[in-house]
T-cell receptor, first 115, second 115 residues
Framework: GAVVSQHPSRVICKSGTSVKIECRSLDFQATTMFWYRQFPKQSLMLMAT?????????EQGVEKDKFLINHASLTLSTLTVTSAHPEDSSFYIC???????????FGPGTRLTVL | QKEVEQNSGPLSVPEGAIASLNCTYS??????FFWYRQYSGKSPELIMSIYSNGDKEDGRFTAQLNKASQYVSLLIRDSQPSDSATYLCAVLDISGNTGGFKTIFGAGTRLFVKA
């Protein structure tokens, strides 16, 4: 499988600050990237889908101005949580996909804690 | 709203037993199904995919699909304590006119294998 990294793996920030999370593929070119959020003891909730060079498509209820997604290249996507609040504390996970539906790879996740 | 339902558990089995995990889905047109394993604090990892009715075996894992009943299951033979994790059932949703796709996850079943 592909090697996918997320940076940072864990971040603690103060309420009101912005946090940028990077998702990077080392050996796989992703035509599509997905960003998920997972609260404790809950399942993964898709936040948005992005294709390289295009604007992200956000799921219902996800504020696009709060969660900024930039799919800069086939190997890099970033999620910026702007003006973070304690309720944004969650586990954020990216997933990369190629042209086939069975070629999908999760990143290791980023644990965000907003104080 | 397309849904994937799982019993949240926990399911507790003794070491060496067969663990049976079940999942139902709402979209009769779904064609692609996945089982992921997620350890606490980690991102999910794909363990099985299944696309046709019947059984698919991979080592100690067997996935079973019944499209008529809209039912997917995962059997784990000779369960080991290291199998203790949350198992997520997922269904691929190919939606819209652009040919894009996304994965809908169930809430997961927590499995405990007692030594």
């Amino acid at each position: 499988g592909a090697v996918v990294s997320q940076h940072p793996s864990r971040v603690i920030c103060k309420s009101g600050t912005s946090v940028k999370i990077e998702c990077r593929s080392l050996d796989f070119q992703a035509t599509t990237m997905f960003w998920y959020r997972q609260f404790p003891k809950q399942s993964l909730m898709l936040m948005a889908t992005s294709n390289e060079g295009s604007k992200a498509t956000y799921e219902q209820g996800v504020e696009k101005d709060k969660f900024l997604i930039n799919h800069a290249s086939l190997t890099l996507s970033t999620l910026t949580v702007t003006s973070a609040h304690p309720e944004d504390s969650s586990f954020y996970i990216c997933k990369l996909a190629g042209g086939r539906i069975d070629t999908q790879y999760f990143g290791p996740g980023t644990r965000l804690t907003v104080l | 709203q397309k849904e994937v339902e799982q019993n949240s558990g926990p399911l507790s089995v003794p070491e060496g037993a067969i663990a049976s995990l079940n999942c139902t889905y709402s979209d009769r047109g779904s064609q692609s199904f996945f089982w992921y394993r997620q350890y606490s604090g980690k991102s999910p990892e794909l363990i099985m995919s299944i696309y046709s009715n019947g059984d698919k075996e991979d080592g100690r894992f067997t996935a079973q699909l019944n499209k008529a009943s809209q039912y997917v299951s995962l059997l784990i033979r000779d369960s080991q304590p290291s199998d203790s994790a949350t198992y997520l059932c997922a269904v691929l949703d190919i939606s819209g006119n652009t040919g894009g796709f996304k994965t809908i996850f169930g809430a997961g079943t927590r499995l405990f294998v007692k030594a």
